[in-house]
């Protein structure tokens, strides 16, 4: 018999990357052919694993790699020295010996971050290619966009960076589809300021992340688009604002019923008697607990699937374990049996937006909080 990862496991996730090539191309087919795939794989690709997930991407096309620090450029430049790697926050000047080392490329937000640059990469004898981020209306990284006259002045005298792309973030792409609307507005009228010292036709444009791209301005000069958790098949809430990129689910979440009993009406369930069962209760105690990245709002209000079927969470989630109403299934579970807790089992579905309301947070985050503890399982056949 063939022995899975997960047979021993008490806690592990499915990683389809087959589903991740498809939804790459799902992307891709929805978009202008001319435009540049930036895939977003901060945060050890937002819980699915860098190095695997990278390393499918670079192969079925990526164009280009975007992280959070240098540490994960420096991880991600270990598979592969073809592809340009934004590091998107801004770098710390203890990290910039390796920038330079990795042969990554900056986000610039100020005058100081320009000199600095334009000083270290002089040192090393080199041009570093960087990218400017302009301020929108986010109110975190980026050059104010009433202000960039003064950083273009210092990039232009700059002689050791080149300026490669410029871009800007949404911070209301999902639910305010008037204010992304300013923010790309005024992001188009900096390109025209920019325009006025720079050759932006060598340059990548990029503003769009997930849950812009259904309003991506098809007429606009953007050449490039940034793409984390959509390409993972997840959409930002709500899940309609996806219909016509239909990318699917990569990751699913399991663990496993350790023990079934019985207990009698009126009595409380798990720690800070947050529920008394008001009948006969068989209860599953299942192997996952906020440790393995269950949410604790869990608590009292999400479901999981044993058997294909929905059962209800009782009590607090523990570090370790969970536990779960199961009287009303068929068949009693046993010890070893599959929870799903993100995932489909028989007819049975939970997506992560409903893990992520359940959980009273966001996809990003709940991908995120899948803890070390949890092996990863890798699917790589192509259906
Ligand atoms: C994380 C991030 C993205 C990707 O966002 P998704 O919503 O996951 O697609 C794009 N741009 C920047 C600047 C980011 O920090």
């Not at 799902?26 to 930036?38: C, G």
């Not at 003064?150 to 800007?168: E, R, W």
């Amino acid at each position: 018999m063939v022995k899975h990862q997960q047979d021993h496991a008490r806690c592990w996730v499915e990683i389809d990357l087959a589903a991740l090539e498809r939804n790459l191309h799902k992307i891709r087919a929805a978009l202008p052919s001319h435009i540049r795939y930036v895939a977003v794989v901060k945060a050890d690709a937002y819980g699915h694993g860098l190095a695997q997930t990278a390393t499918r991407l670079m192969q079925c096309g990526a164009d280009m790699f975007a992280v959070a620090n240098v540490s994960e450029a420096a991880t991600l430049r270990e598979m592969g020295s073809g592809w340009p790697i934004l590091v998107l926050s801004s770098v710390l000047p203890q990290e910039d010996d390796d920038l330079f080392a990795v042969n990554l490329i900056p986000t610039l937000s100020t005058l100081a971050e320009v000199e600095r640059f334009n000083l270290k990469a002089k040192d090393r004898r080199k041009v570093l290619e960087v990218h400017l981020k302009i301020d929108t209306g986010m109110g975190r990284l980026g050059v104010w966009h009433e202000d960039v006259q003064p950083i273009l002045n210092a990039l232009q005298s700059a002689n050791h960076l080149k300026l490669d792309g410029v871009f800007t973030h949404f911070s209301c792409a999902p639910t305010d589809p008037d204010f992304t609307e300013l923010q790309r507005k005024r992001f188009l009228d900096t390109l025209k300021i920019i325009e006025n010292q720079f050759d932006l036709s060598e340059c990548l444009i990029h503003a769009d992340n997930s849950a812009s791209l259904k309003s991506f301005n098809r007429s606009s000069p953007f050449n490039a688009v940034r793409v984390g958790l959509l390409q993972f098949g997840a959409a930002p809430y709500p899940d309609s604002l996806f219909a016509e990129v239909k990318t699917e689910p990569v990751l699913s979440f399991h663990g496993r019923v350790s023990l079934v009993k019985t207990i009698p009406a009126g009595n409380p369930i798990s720690y800070g008697r947050l529920t008394t069962i008001a009948r006969s209760t068989t209860l599953a105690v299942l192997s996952a607990g906020y440790a393995d990245g269950i949410p604790m709002p869990f608590t009292n209000r999400a479901e999981v699937l044993i058997q294909g079927n929905r059962c209800p969470v009782l009590g607090r989630v523990t570090m370790d374990q969970l536990i779960v109403d199961v009287t009303d299934l068929e068949k009693s579970p046993e010890s070893g049996d599959i929870a799903t807790f993100i995932g489909t089992q028989d007819e049975g579905q939970i997506s992560i937006s409903e893990f992520s309301r359940w959980g009273k947070s966001i996809p990003w985050e709940c991908f995120c909080s899948i803890s070390k503890r949890v092996t990863r399982v890798y699917k790589t056949f192509r259906e």
